[in-house]
């Protein structure tokens, strides 16, 4: 027993000695002043009373009836990136604002407006007016290692400038909490993260930007051992995007992959469980012009190992069509080396322009043209995609950047001139739009008033 003892006090000192050799000063330093706290007003319209009243009402008193305007407030943190105040923070934090107020760590505050939002990985990307500010620079989150000390920075529980410490628990989690069609690659820390630390930063030892603390595994909404951060090389590319391009770029590999459990194994005659298994290959896409074949396993991908599939798509999220990588596979027993020329969904090498798309102010929609995959998807050759919707009681209907405008005022519309000729057509004050979603699975229609 003593000797039990002993050694668990021996091992208890040993521990305390590898903490206490880690400078956490210096990376606190760097980034307490370079965290700022988000306050957002969010206004919606409509409630039950209305919603369901309000077609009666409009016939009783022969006018249009204005439901109240709901105002809620959320709150988060983000990170200053540049000294001209380009400011990183999760999409769920500015989702749906109107008014976005960023409080600096000195105080000071500042009205931000929103320059790009990703909601399939949970980044955003706000701007504040100034010139001058401390920032951070991103580090590579490919080369953080698991048992790593990090740091987490955010404004819990509308507190500011909060520093909590832990180490890196895990790489390329996927906890299913974004939905389906998102990226989850998450770095998983046991630094404490609370709520209204979403969009904060995670910091390694040397004080760089490794990851945007996003959300915690929690039955209460508080921290209970696990929280969770984007990787900082998926974030710098989204913001990066959304800086040179105006909008996002998207890579595909073109292949639709399984994880190779004992079952997938056993079944496809596999003697490794290693690698990610092709289950098919997609026409026309990357995969496909490169060589590879249904039934190869992908090893790595740039020599990043891939076993799972969340490891395959968080090292894709960090590309852009026509971007080459060097995928390695096994087929048959041998190892292999190909490299593509990553695609859009187009299947093309073409970066699109934030020009290709436009805003129609009646609608309160930024549209653009359908790509072949979702009309292949849908079964149509016309309508337009939802790029962002501006238009608040729209977004109150469930409007997200996930439907596609087939018809408005029962005119098809596939360019900004179809819309416009059909908003022309008189009908009463109201407009009305035929939907459905970018996998064709579902097909909607509503009315609404012109503003």
């Not at 404490?192 to 995670?202: D, E, H, R, Y």
């Not at 292999?336 to 609608?363: H, P, R």
């Not at 359908?370 to 962002?388: A, D, F, P, R």
Request: charged share 25%; net charge negative.
């Amino acid at each position: 027993m003593k000797k039990i003892l002993l050694a668990i006090g021996i091992l208890c000192v040993a521990l305390q000695g590898r903490a206490d050799g880690v400078d956490f000063t210096e990376a606190a330093e760097k980034t307490v002043n370079t965290v700022v706290h988000i306050r957002t007003e969010i206004v919606t319209k409509g409630n039950s009373y209305y919603d369901f009243f309000g077609p009666l009402l409009e016939q009783l008193y022969g006018q249009r009836i204005e439901a109240p305007d709901n105002v809620s407030y959320g709150l988060g943190s983000g990170v200053v990136i540049s000294p001209d105040g380009y400011i990183v923070t999760n999409n769920h934090v500015v989702e749906g604002a109107r008014k976005i107020e960023v409080t600096f760590n000195d105080k000071h505050k500042r009205e931000a407006r929103i320059i790009g939002t990703d909601p399939t990985t949970d980044i955003a990307l706000i701007k504040v007016d100034a010139t001058g500010l401390e920032y951070l620079v991103f580090g590579d989150s490919d080369k953080v290692r698991i048992g790593e000390w990090v740091l987490a920075v955010g404004n819990p529980f509308n507190l500011t400038s909060t520093v909590t410490a832990g180490i890196v628990s895990a790489k390329a989690r996927n906890i299913n909490i974004l939905g389906e069609g998102t990226i989850e690659s998450f770095i998983q820390t046991d630094a404490a993260v609370n709520p209204g630390n979403s969009g904060g930063a995670l910091v390694n030892t040397k004080g760089e930007l490794i990851g945007i603390n996003a959300a915690i595994a929690s039955r209460t909404g508080s921290f209970v051992g696990y929280s969770f951060a984007i990787p900082s090389n998926i974030a710098q590319k989204v913001v990066e995007d959304f800086m040179i391009y105006g909008r996002l770029q998207r890579a595909y590999l073109g292949v639709t992959i399984s994880e190779i459990t004992e079952e997938v194994a056993e079944k496809e005659g596999l003697d490794e469980l290693s690698g990610v298994f092709v289950a098919d290959v997609l026409p026309e896409g990357a995969a496909k012009k490169a060589g590879l074949k249904k039934g190869d396993i992908i090893l790595s991908i740039n020599d990043l190992t891939v076993d799972t599939r969340s490891q395959l798509i968080g090292v894709v999220a960090q590309y852009r069509p026509g971007d080459k990588v060097n995928v390695k596979v096994r087929r048959d027993g041998t190892e292999k080396v190909f490299e593509l020329v990553l695609a859009n969904d187009n299947g093309t090498q073409d970066i699109s322009m934030k020009n290709d798309s436009f805003y129609n102010e009646t609608l309160g929609l930024v549209l653009e043209p359908l790509s072949s995959t979702i009309k292949n998807k849908i079964n149509k050759n016309y309508g337009l995609k939802v790029v962002e919707v501006r238009n608040q009681g729209l977004k109150n209907r469930g409007v997200t950047d996930n439907f596609v405008i087939l018809s408005v005022n029962n005119q098809k519309v596939s360019s900004e001139e179809d819309v416009l000729k059909a908003l022309e057509i008189k009908n009463h004050g109201k407009i009305r739009i035929e939907a459905t979603d970018t996998e064709g699975d579902w097909l909607t229609i509503f009315e609404f008033y012109r503003n």
